[in-house]
């Protein structure tokens, strides 16, 4: 156990629909990011945030977005969404920006 | 742009064989390296890292070594376990206002009892 949580575990939905996926820190971690991994893009960084601010942009698209909030945990928001977007998304926390960092399970989000 | 490139899976072992995964990187100014391993339905946990040229990460039996000169981050285990078989990522950092993470696309391993 990472430390890290992530809910929901499993989420379906259609198309054109839009999800919160959430994600809490370790405790005392300031860093939180957030990954997709799909068959066939692999593991694809998304975005980074630090303390509130965001610190690092990936591969994130505009119907995507994300935010830290003030007691650190992290919301990440796919809207409009297309078969595609089904993936597993992870969110993984550090201490400071450039640290080890850990994953949550992952939410496994489908698309239908 | 920088990228990571690791050879394509799967390897299939059997137990007590010798392991290498090979892992090549493009990148400008002076990234980390890192080895992770996705254990199946689980996220990933970090196995090791090295942060300059010519460190030696280690763990559990894993070692790899940063080298510039080739830009190879090459995974290695002496002697492998069943409870090995896992997926293993190499990955890259580097500190870009934040912390950008570039994967190479993963190498699943099956070790054989």
């Known amino acids: 156990d990472s430390g890290v949580t992530q809910t929901p575990k499993h989420l379906i939905t259609a198309t054109g629909q839009r999800v919160t996926l959430r994600c809490s820190p370790r405790?005392?971690?300031?860093?939180v990011y957030w990954y997709q991994q799909s068959l066939d893009q692999g593991l694809q960084f998304l975005i980074q945030?630090?303390?509130?601010?965001?610190?690092a942009k990936g591969n994130i698209l505009e119907r995507f977005s994300a935010q830290q909030f003030p007691d650190l945990h992290s919301e990440l928001n796919l809207s409009s969404l297309e078969l595609g977007d089904s993936a597993l998304y992870f969110c993984?926390?550090?201490?400071?920006?450039?640290?080890?960092?850990?994953f949550g399970p992952g939410t496994r989000l489908t698309v239908l | 742009g920088d990228s990571v490139t690791q050879m394509e899976g799967p390897v299939t072992l059997s137990e007590e064989a010798f392991l290498t995964i090979n892992c090549t990187y493009t990148?400008?100014?002076?990234?980390?390296l890192f080895w992770y391993v996705q254990y199946p339905g689980e996220g990933l946990q970090l196995l090791l890292k090295?942060?300059?040229?010519?460190d030696k990460g280690s763990n559990k039996g894993f070692e790899a070594t940063y080298r510039k000169e080739t830009t190879s981050f090459h995974l290695e285990k002496g002697s492998v376990q069943v409870s090995d078989s896992a997926v293993y990522f190499c990955?890259?950092?580097?500190?870009?206002?934040?912390?950008?993470?570039?994967f190479g696309a993963g190498t699943r391993l099956f070790v054989k009892a």
């Open positions: 993984a926390s550090s201490v400071e920006i450039i640290d080890t960092q850990y």
């Open positions: 405790s005392g971690d300031l860093s």
């Open positions: 945030y630090y303390n509130g601010e965001e610190r």
């Open positions: 990148a400008t100014g002076y990234p980390s």
């Open positions: 090295a942060t300059k040229a010519d």
């Open positions: 990955a890259l950092s580097k500190p870009t206002g934040g912390f950008k993470t570039i």
